[in-house]
């Protein structure tokens, strides 16, 4: 199956500073790329969309400046949270979706990265 | 705007057991709706999933049903098994795409 990956798995970084997330599809092109972000024991929220090539589009709410989101290629998004605060603490999720191709209701998950900012 | 509620967890049953996570949603007009799982240490993967009223999804055993009278997608499974136990999503989607989540429902399965 579809496989996206996620790198780091953890990270813990000093408040102020600014941590990079990757989000690699593995065996797949993927058009399109979602970035989540998800509470303790809350739902997921979608944080932005990406496509191939393009800027990505922020949900309403989520500050572009801070999170910025590259869609460089078409296995690789990466999200940028600068100038961290401890606010900024979160689990973050991609996925990948390679509509048209694929079902374009489905997307392929990665493992999600635990961010810490101290 | 768009919602999915799901029953909280988490949920404890033994092996052979019936489950049911109830699912409802809120939205104007109709979307497709899904039933997302995530294993131990694993990414979210889609399950099943219902794009019209009346559908019926299924999957491993699991089945739900598209209930736009009581906008309900209630997820379900007859015998369940040590390998079930995850966490489960309810979601909705309209031609965008985006999906919405629920909150998720812990299950672990006893032998």
């Known amino acids: 199956g579809a496989v996206v990956s996620q790198h780091p798995s953890w990270v813990i970084c000093k408040s102020g500073t600014s941590v990079k997330i990757e989000c690699r599809s593995l065996?797949?092109?993927?058009?399109?790329m979602f970035w989540y972000r998800q509470f303790p024991k809350q739902s997921l929220m979608l944080m932005a969309t990406?496509?191939?090539?393009?800027?990505?589009?922020?949900e309403q709410g989520v500050e572009k400046d801070k999170f910025l989101i590259n869609h460089a290629s078409l296995t690789l998004s990466t999200l940028t949270v600068t100038s961290a605060h401890p606010e900024d603490s979160s689990f973050y999720i991609c996925?990948?979706?390679?509509?048209?191709?694929?079902?374009?209701?489905?997307?392929?998950f990665g493992p999600g990265t635990r961010l810490t900012v101290t | 705007g768009d919602s999915v509620t799901q029953m909280e967890g988490p949920v404890t049953l033994s092996e052979e057991a019936f489950l049911t996570i109830n699912c409802t949603y809120t939205a104007t007009g109709y979307p497709s709706l899904f039933w997302y799982v995530q294993y131990p240490g694993e990414g979210l993967q889609l399950l099943l999933k219902?794009?019209?009223?009346?559908d019926k999804g299924s999957n491993k055993g699991f089945e739900a049903t598209y209930r736009k009278e009581t906008t309900s997608f209630h997820l379900e499974k007859g015998s369940v098994q040590v390998s079930d136990s995850a966490v489960y999503f309810c979601a909705l989607a309209f031609n965008d795409y985006k999906l919405s989540f629920g909150a998720g429902t812990t299950v672990t399965v006893r032998a």
């Open positions: 065996d797949f092109q993927a058009t399109t």
């Open positions: 996925s990948a979706s390679d509509h048209p191709t694929g079902d374009p209701y489905e997307q392929y």
């Open positions: 219902a794009t019209k009223a009346d």
């Open positions: 990406s496509n191939e090539g393009s800027k990505a589009t922020y």
